[in-house]
């Protein structure tokens, strides 16, 4: 799947103060055992630039060796139980630098819901919202979730996170009303949203 130039719909929205601008082509693509070196780079990116949105801190992913990377990288790069995508402009295309990950989304099994795939720790790179890549993305795992014969997508999104909220009611996310402790800052409360896959 290639994203890239698309009319300005993309729900991840642009860097406050500019344009919709459109993107060079990029892969979305399940991740492989070779990105494990680049998702490192691009985990550690996400939890600078977003530390509430995902379940662990920069200092502990940034102390943790590149063998587990590769580890965990291995567990979800086949199967039906979680996978993860990647956006990847590739090493010879503009828009680099040079074979570095751009975007990230997973999807897993839900226990108690057969039929529904949770979607985790979804990312685009700062430069790169607003040109079509979050909803490559959520397609991404979306068409896994319907080859894994899971019909229906859910999420969480931090209770005030506006612009995350807006940008995955764009890709049809429906807020269901449910609300959930964070699961690392007790204080704050997420809220569930879903859609067909």
């Known amino acids: 799947m290639t994203a890239g130039s698309r009319p300005p719909t993309d729900p991840g929205s642009a860097p406050t103060g500019t344009a919709d ?16 070196a680049r998702m490192r780079a691009l985990r550690l990116e996400m939890l600078a ?4 949105a ?16 590769a580890a ?5 790069a086949s199967g039906r139980h979680t996978a993860q995508f990647v956006a990847d402009p590739g090493a010879d295309r503009p828009g680099g630098p040079a074979g570095r990950l751009v975007g990230h989304a997973g999807g897993t099994i839900s226990a108690d819901e057969p039929g529904l795939t949770v979607v985790y720790a979804v990312y685009v790179t700062p430069a790169r919202r607003g040109t079509g890549l979050l909803a490559a993305l959520i397609e991404g ?3 896994w979730s319907r080859e894994c ?15 995350a909220y807006r940008a995955y009611r764009r890709l049809g996310f429906v807020d269901t009303g449910v609300r959930v402790p964070h699961p690392r800052l007790p204080a704050l409360r997420e809220l569930q949203m879903r859609r067909p896959a």
């Open 21 to 36: 601008t459109a993107a060079p082509a990029v892969d979305v693509r399940r991740l492989t055992l070779p990105d494990a």
């Open 49 to 52: 630039d977003a530390p509430l």
């Open 54 to 69: 995902f379940l662990e801190t920069l200092a502990e992913a940034a102390a943790r060796p590149h063998a587990e990377y």
């Open 72 to 76: 965990r990288v291995a567990s979800v």
């Open 141 to 143: 795992v979306a068409a």
């Open 149 to 163: 014969g899971r019909p229906e997508l859910m999420l969480e999104v931090v209770v005030g996170n506006d612009r």
